[in-house]
């Protein structure tokens, strides 16, 4: 997450808050939503954070990947309660990537009850401590649906970067890659992958977008 220092101080500043809203971090595709949130964990790992966050441990998952772990479509519903009842005493901290995908997820025949109602009233109750990412356009979506979810965030907008700042965070980046993957990258390849970014990635964010190009 280069360059992305004040964003990381502001999540770590919500985090350390429960009783208050959730953060969620909120942007476009491959804007840095969960490089910076990674950061912010490596931070809390390495005890460089608020007091409150002191000897946390921190652990992602998905909606998809919840529902499977509290036992598939058919048992979740009721298993979900308990969970969460035993996540706020553990003291732990649950990082939910792509929260938006929670809109219709486990959805069950005769049923249509989905992962984002129930999340509506458990997360009015207990606050355990819950990180959350989602993009602009499906967390619209998601509250739109489920009104009552709104008031629940504190929400830390992620903009992409404009090309020059985007640059210096490649040319970062591009000493790591080429660290981990024992490799030399041309230093014109930090250029064309910008290029190439902006003509053929128009959906997406920088860095992220460009990062892929030279991935």
Request: charged share 20%; net charge negative.
């Amino acid at each position: 997450a280069y360059g992305r220092d004040p964003e990381v101080e502001n999540l770590l500043r919500a985090l350390a808050s429960p009783g208050e809203l959730y953060p969620i971090l909120v942007g476009g595709s491959r804007g840095g939503k969960t490089s910076i949130a990674h950061h912010a964990v490596n931070r809390v790992a390495r005890g460089e954070c608020p007091a409150a966050l002191q000897g946390k441990r921190v652990f992602e998952i998905t909606p998809s990947r919840l529902i499977n772990a509290l036992g598939g479509i058919g048992n979740w519903n009721s298993a979900i309660n308990d969970f969460f009842t035993r996540l706020h005493q553990s003291g732990l901290v649950l990082f939910i990537r792509d929260f938006h995908t929670a809109l219709g997820m486990g959805v069950r025949d005769g049923d249509s009850t989905d992962l984002s109602n129930v999340l509506s009233d458990l997360l009015q109750g207990a606050h355990p401590h819950l990180l959350f990412e989602a993009t602009t356009r499906g967390l619209d979506q998601l509250f739109t649906e489920r009104p009552s979810l709104k008031s629940l965030f504190a929400v830390i907008q992620i903009n992409g970067l404009q090309r020059d700042d985007a640059l210096t965070i490649i040319k970062r980046a591009t000493e790591d890659l080429e660290i981990v993957h024992e490799v030399a990258i041309a230093s014109n390849a930090q250029d064309e992958a910008l290029e190439l970014a902006a003509r053929f990635q128009v959906n997406e964010l920088l860095p992220g977008s460009a990062l892929d190009m030279l991935k």
